[in-house]
C-alpha cells in the first residue's frame, strides 16, 4: 500500500504542475515554465511530458519557455478511440497543439518516435521552427527494424498481454535496462509512475495502436530526409551513447540526415532525459542563443 501511495503522490504532483487543454477536440496535458522563445518538448512512446519534468525548471532558468504536451493515448491525455495515431495523425495533432498552446516559432526538441513525428510538423511548417535538437530517435524509417523490447507492442494479442499480466519490478528492471544509466537518478515511484500513464483507465490499448501505426515506409522516409536537407535552421544531436534500442546506428543515421559532424554524446542510455538533464538543457539552451 506504501509504494502504491507513492506512484499516487508522483502522479499527483505531474498533475499538479501542469495543467488541462484542449487541441484537436481531443483534451491533453501541458507542463510549462519560463517566458522567451518557446523550446516544444516532443516525447515518444512510452512515455509521455513526465519524461521532461526534469528539463522545463532549467530551460525557464535560461530564458526560455519550455513546453512539454501529452500526446493523444499517452499520459494524461485522452484516448479516443476515431483519432489517427500513427505518425502523421500524430505531427497533425501536434501542430493543433501548438496553436492552441499559443505558440508561434519554436525551439524544437524531439526524442524516440516523437523524432519522426515532429520533424514531421517541421518539415510542413519550417518557417515556424528556430533550432532543431534531437536526442535518441530515428530518422531511418524505410529499414528501421524495431528492437526487441518494441517487438511484443506490435504483435495484436500478445502486447495486450503483456501490459495485462507483466508485474511492476519487471517492468521497473526493463525500464532500468534500457532506459537509465544512473538507477539512483530514478526512484522505483517516478519508474511505476510511466507504467500507470502509460496504461490508465483504457490499459494502454491506445499505447498499442500508436506501436502498430509506425510509418516505416520510403514514402515517409523522403519527406522526412528530402524537408530537412531543405532546412535552414541549426539543428543539434544529444545522445545517450549506451542506448541499447536506438545505439550508434540510429546516431550516426542522424549525423547524416542533420548534417552535424560533431554531437554530444552522454553516458546515458534511451530515456537521457532522467539521468542528463542538466547537460540536455544547457545544450538547448546554447543552441538557442545563437545567432541565426
Known sequence: ??????????????????????????????????DGPAVVLVHGVPTSSFLYRKLIDPLAEAGLRAVAFDFPGLGLAERPDGFDYSWSGLARWMGEAIEALGIDRCHLVVHDIGGPIGCEWAVRNPERVLTLTALNTLLNVATFRRPWVMQPFAVRGV??????????????ELFYRQGVADRSAVSRAEVYAYREL???????????????????????????????????YPARIVWGERDP?????????????????????????????EDQAPAIASAVADLARRPR
Open 1 to 34: 500500500m506504501s509504494r502504491d501511495q507513492d506512484v499516487a503522490d508522483v502522479i499527483a504532483a505531474h498533475r499538479a504542475a501542469g495543467q488541462p487543454f484542449e487541441a484537436g477536440s481531443v483534451g491533453s496535458f501541458v507542463r510549462e515554465a519560463g
Open 198 to 232: 502509460l496504461r490508465r483507465e483504457d490499459d494502454g490499448r491506445a499505447f498499442l495502436r500508436i506501436m502498430r501505426g509506425f510509418e516505416l515506409t520510403p514514402e515517409k522516409q523522403r519527406l522526412l530526409w528530402d524537408g530537412l536537407a531543405e532546412r535552414r
Open 245 to 273: 534500442a536506438l545505439d550508434l546506428r540510429q546516431l550516426r543515421v542522424a549525423q547524416e540526415v542533420l548534417r552535424v559532424e560533431v554531437p554530444i554524446r552522454l553516458p546515458a542510455k534511451h530515456f537521457l532525459q
Open 159 to 172: 502486447g495486450e498481454v503483456w501490459l495485462r499480466t507483466t508485474p511492476r519490478p519487471v517492468f521497473a
